[in-house]
């Protein structure tokens, strides 16, 4: 289990806060032909054993999230449903002062409604509830040995915690049974260690949440268990202590105020903002849209990030895992535009990244053959998911693994459809 845990944790830590786009929402027709894919390519593929390391199942994850950033990005490009030229002409919000607000357009491409430009000023950011625990000596121990429970209850559900203090256990380490415990239940809490200058620690829990609606009181509330013992050991501990109360972001919108429980909201189901800082006193942030030439520079450039990050993907990975095989397949892709995109200010390195010569792109994406120069981007850009989708589908492939047999080349084989996608349980073999 050792080896499932680490791999969940590794996702848990480096991809939780990514969340999910619309794009990752898909049709049972589409979920379908997945499944038809995965059992395709199953079929004849050989039985392997994965050699156990921690770089393995964070290498299949890297790869899975990777080509699921890539066929976001092509499929917000492939919202505008027009010529070839519309495809790199999605319409981009822009703030006047990112570090206050970021903007994204979410609206369609026909047009927008809302008058612009948004004149937006932060008064107060939306905050989590925190709960600060009493500071104890790590290596001495202020509970009793024994078994102890507390309930822990947010506005819509109740839950009941218990932890066991052992004889050779310091308050670090009752400390940290219950950060784990916490951090490990998925209630919608974050439990970490903090310091004070005596070398102390103290537990404190912050909500994922932020704001308060007007039937709340609270986001979550820890008390004891009904027993004594569990009475006095949250005294102890101290968990149950609010340190400060979650509050609701404030904001003016041209004029007039406004609240909100998160600082990610949206303007007229046309623009998701998301405030990062308060305004300076008298001032205000101003949202509307890029310029033409702008956007279409600026989506190129989200196109070939995304791809430019799998080839570094697989260049993290060069000691430990087949990575050059991924790095070899992705740039196999932009490999066969070489020619063409010279012309157009986009360059491969000898890894086979793509460099962006911007003055030599801005003149070939405004030049009055600009079409030529799109109908290859477009080109590209669907190759480019093709190779996505299919690396999806197994990202084991690139995992350093151990051949066991070859399927009956005569084709007769019973189907496995979850063969090559151990990635969806990281079940890691680590004794082979």
């Known amino acids: 289990m050792a080896a499932i845990d680490n791999a969940y944790q590794y996702y848990l830590s480096t991809y939780r806060s990514f969340g999910a786009s619309r794009y990752d929402t898909h049709k049972p027709g589409e979920l379908r032909a997945v499944c038809h894919n ?7 593929s050989p039985l ?18 990777q080509t699921r950033s890539i066929q976001n990005v092509i499929a917000s490009l492939s919202d505008s449903g027009g010529g070839i030229e519309s495809v790199f002409s999605k319409k981009l919000a822009q703030s006047s002062d990112e570090d206050v607000i970021s903007a994204e357009y979410i ?17 107060q950011l939306a905050t989590p509830q925190t709960n600060l625990g009493a500071y104890l000596p790590a290596d001495k121990r202020d509970v ?76 979550f509330e820890i008390l004891p268990s009904g027993d004594g013992a569990s009475a006095k050991a949250m005294r102890t501990l101290g968990i149950d202590h609010v340190q400060e109360q979650a509050s609701n972001a404030s904001f003016l919108l041209n004029g007039t105020e406004h609240s909100s429980l998160s600082n990610q909201f949206t303007v007229d189901n046309a623009f998701s903002l998301t405030l990062k800082n308060v305004n300076p006193s008298g001032t205000d942030t101003a949202i509307g849209f890029k310029t033409d030439t702008d956007a279409i520079t600026d989506n190129i450039v989200s196109l070939v990030d995304v791809y430019n990050n799998m080839i570094r993907l697989g260049q993290n990975y060069t000691d430990t895992q087949q990575s050059d095989r991924l790095r070899r397949d992705m740039a196999g892709v932009a490999q066969s535009y070489r020619n063409e995109f010279e012309s157009y200010g986009l360059g491969l390195g000898p890894d086979g990244s793509i460099v962006i010569d911007h003055n030599l792109l801005l003149d070939s994406v405004t030049a009055g053959d600009a079409g030529e120069c799109f109908a290859v981007l477009n080109h590209f850009k669907d190759d480019l998911n093709a190779k996505a989708a299919e690396i999806s589908i197994n990202p084991m492939n690139y995992v350093d693994k151990l051949l066991v047999a070859y399927k009956n080349p005569a084709g007769h084989n019973f189907t496995a459809p979850y063969a090559t996608s151990v990635y969806s349980g990281m079940m890691l073999d680590q004794y082979c």
């Open 48 to 65: 392997y054993k994965i050699k156990y390391s921690e770089d393995a199942g964070r290498f299949a994850i890297d790869i899975k999230e």
């Open 107 to 123: 609206g369609g491409q026909e047009g927008n409604q809302t008058a612009l430009p948004l004149h937006v000023q932060v008064q």
């Open 38 to 44: 995965i059992i395709k390519t199953n079929k004849d």
């Open 144 to 219: 009793k040995p024994g078994t102890y429970g507390f309930d822990l209850s947010t506005p819509l559900s109740s839950y009941e915690f218990e932890y066991v203090v052992n004889d050779s256990d310091t308050n670090l380490d009752i400390q940290e049974k219950l950060l784990r415990l916490i951090n490990n239940s998925s209630v919608g809490l974050h439990a970490s260690l903090v310091s004070n200058d005596a070398g102390e620690n103290a537990l404190q829990i912050v909500s994922l949440q932020t704001g308060l609606s007007e039937d709340e009181q609270y986001l």
